[in-house]
T-cell receptor, first 112, second 113 residues
Framework: QKEVEQNSGPLSVPEGAIASLNCTYS??????FFWYRQYSGKSPELIMF????GDKEDGRFTAQLNKASQYVSLLIRDSQPSDSATYLC????????????FGKGTTLSVSS | EPEVTQTPSHQVTQMGQEVILRCVPI?????FYWYRQILGQKVEFLVS????????KSEIFDDQFSVERPDGSNFTLKIRSTKLEDSAMYFC???????????FGSGTQLSVL
């Protein structure tokens, strides 16, 4: 069974702080890793993707991947109240496959 | 930015009825998908479609479900005989290649009574 695990939260951080979101996945052969943001009642919106071990930065967001530990994380610097949402980790576990396996998501609350 | 369009935004149906959910993927995309999200639960993969045939499907996508690209722009999901547990938000999505950014539509909220 291919699984993506996330803490459901809520994760509460004050405005301006760093939010750290974590995700583990079951399939060691997984190739592609994505972070989506989902506001209540809305569709998922891609924030970051990462394919290689290490860090990838895009503005206030940094994705980190450690394939040996089967672990991927998302750091949000200078968190804003508008970042309050559910963050979904998604993994393509099959190099030739098309299906993204999603975690349940971590709810982030940024207080002003 | 181009968008994936889904209609209707809400669909209410009686148990046992057939429903068709419609989607217009982004025009230059080659891969089309259906995902669903039951309230409070995770986004679940149903099916992917490429070159006019199913590429991959999940255990959820049983004989009650079918997909079709009836013309050059539309992509549909049909549920033949709806069950209460089919109530969910259904998202259509598309991309150019499987490992590229997946563009989601705004979803169809299906309620089976």
């Amino acid at each position: 069974q291919k699984e993506v695990e996330q803490n459901s939260g809520p994760l509460s951080v004050p405005e301006g702080a760093i939010a750290s979101l974590n995700c583990t996945y079951s399939d060691r052969g997984s190739q592609s890793f994505f972070w989506y943001r989902q506001y209540s009642g809305k569709s998922p919106e891609l924030i970051m993707f990462i394919y290689s071990n290490g860090d990838k930065e895009d503005g206030r967001f940094t994705a980190q991947l450690n394939k040996a530990s089967q672990y991927v994380s998302l750091l949000i610097r200078d968190s804003q109240p508008s970042d309050s949402a559910t963050y979904l980790c998604a993994v393509n576990m099959d190099q030739a496959g098309t299906a993204l396996i999603f975690g349940k998501g971590t709810t982030l609350s940024v207080s002003s | 930015e181009p968008e994936v369009t889904q209609t209707p935004s809400h669909q209410v149906t009686q148990m046992g009825q057939e429903v068709i959910l419609r989607c217009v993927p982004i025009s230059n995309h080659l891969y089309f998908y259906w995902y669903r999200q039951i309230l409070g639960q995770k986004v679940e993969f149903l099916v992917s479609f490429y070159n006019n045939e199913i590429s991959e499907k999940s255990e959820i996508f049983d004989d009650q479900f079918s997909v079709e690209r009836p013309d050059g722009s539309n992509f549909t999901l049909k549920i033949r005989s709806t069950k209460l547990e089919d109530s969910a938000m259904y998202f259509c999505a598309s991309n150019r290649q499987p490992n590229e950014k997946l563009f989601f539509g705004s979803g169809t909220q299906l309620s089976v009574l």
